[in-house]
């Protein structure tokens, strides 16, 4: 029978974002970085790590070698350790939806952008439950188990991240292949019953998980925020406290509603007393806002392929015609011109 995948894999480059997330689970789990591994990475372009690109033969190679690393639920143990993180602007996106259902059909809308190695799909509802489900496109027998066992964790860590709740635990989760030797590792891992052997895999979730909405400001995806945001701060800022304070809280918030009383109360200060002491430094809470949601809308534009819809609601916009025409009077360009020229 002839390998889908090898027939395609010399020609076809795919996103390298995974690579990295690999590299450091690796050294969580103590072991060794693999040779291979470090040879692809080297290759890499540094200069553009957003458009890194990596031949798909390759990441078989990759998924060959460490599906054959003798330790148990090893795909477990790498795919348990992703984060939002990891997927940088997409993943602040991710966390900034407003229920679980948008989440994942976000993830679904750009799996495409990062390392694709499953086809993801959430059914719709039945008898109160939905299926999130994943199959394998590598086509590659030997390394089937690896790629499924990998995915529905990273699925399964990535849904607790975004619910803000590390012990939360789905309907039931089903997987193609036979019931593995450390079967108690990765039932401990779900929390639910766990099925093997079947036609498909998937993660069985109730209509009101994915109903439920994440953390208004998740505290897992502020580091990211402010890291973005850092470069983005003037320098005048970091010369006053209250100021970097109001800057870091906007950003942390910034797909959230924005209001000065709610900062003033984080701060212990009168909205009178904080406007007063931002006047004083030579600006406002509206401008911060401004200048924050500026600064991470280029950033998204020039870093992303997310839709201007996408981009329009993670900083906080109801309408995505608004953000158009707050982007035009901040570039001097509509959202399209200004990725154009980037």
């Given amino acids: 029978m002839t390998n889908k995948s090898l027939d395609c894999g010399k020609e076809i480059r ?35 790590e957003h458009k890194q690109t990596v031949v798909f033969q390759d990441l078989l190679t990759l998924y060959t070698r460490l599906s054959k690393i003798d330790i ?13 993180g990891d997927y940088g602007l997409y993943g602040c996106t991710l966390l900034c939806k407003k229920t679980l259902a948008d989440a994942l059909f ?3 809308k750009y ?14 509802p039945r008898d109160g439950k939905r299926i999130y489900g994943c199959s394998d496109i590598l ?13 529905i964790a990273i699925n399964l860590t990535l849904i607790r991240e975004v619910l803000g709740n590390p012990d939360f635990s789905p309907v039931r989760v089903s997987f193609e292949f036979c019931r593995p030797s450390y079967f108690e590792q990765l039932e401990d891992f779900i929390g639910c019953e766990v099925r093997y052997g079947q036609e498909i895999t998937f993660i069985e ?32 800022a970091h010369e006053d406290e209250i100021v970097e304070r109001v800057y870091n809280w906007v950003s942390k918030n910034i797909h959230n509603e924005l209001k000065i009383d709610r900062i003033a109360q984080e701060l212990f200060v009168s909205e009178r007393t904080l406007r007063r002491k931002l006047s004083e430094q030579g600006t406002s809470f509206s401008t911060i806002c401004a200048t924050v949601k500026q600064s991470f809308a280029k950033q998204y534009i020039r870093e992303t392929q997310l839709s201007f819809d996408d981009i329009a609601q993670s900083l ?14 901040w570039t001097g360009m509509t959202p399209s011109e200004f990725r154009n020229k980037a």
């Fill in 205 to 236: 979730l109730l209509e009101e998980d994915l109903t439920k909405s994440p953390l208004k400001s998740n505290p897992l995806a502020v580091p990211l925020l402010l890291q973005m945001c850092e470069q983005h701060i003037p320098d005048f």
């Fill in 139 to 151: 086509f590659v027998p030997e390394i089937k188990s690896f790629n499924l066992e990998m995915q």
């Fill in 14 to 48: 795919i996103s390298a974002q995974k690579l990295h997330f690999i590299q450091k689970s690796l050294a969580d789990i103590g072991i060794g970085s693999d040779p291979y591994l470090e040879s692809l990475l080297a290759n890499l372009n540094p200069t553009d």
């Fill in 106 to 108: 976000f993830s679904i």
């Fill in 316 to 329: 906080g916009f109801n309408d995505t015609s608004n953000f158009r025409h707050a982007f035009k009077g």
């Fill in 72 to 84: 148990p639920a090893i795909g477990l143990r790498i795919g348990s350790r992703i984060s939002c």
């Fill in 111 to 124: 799996h495409t952008l990062v390392t694709r190695t499953t086809r993801l799909y959430l059914e719709p």
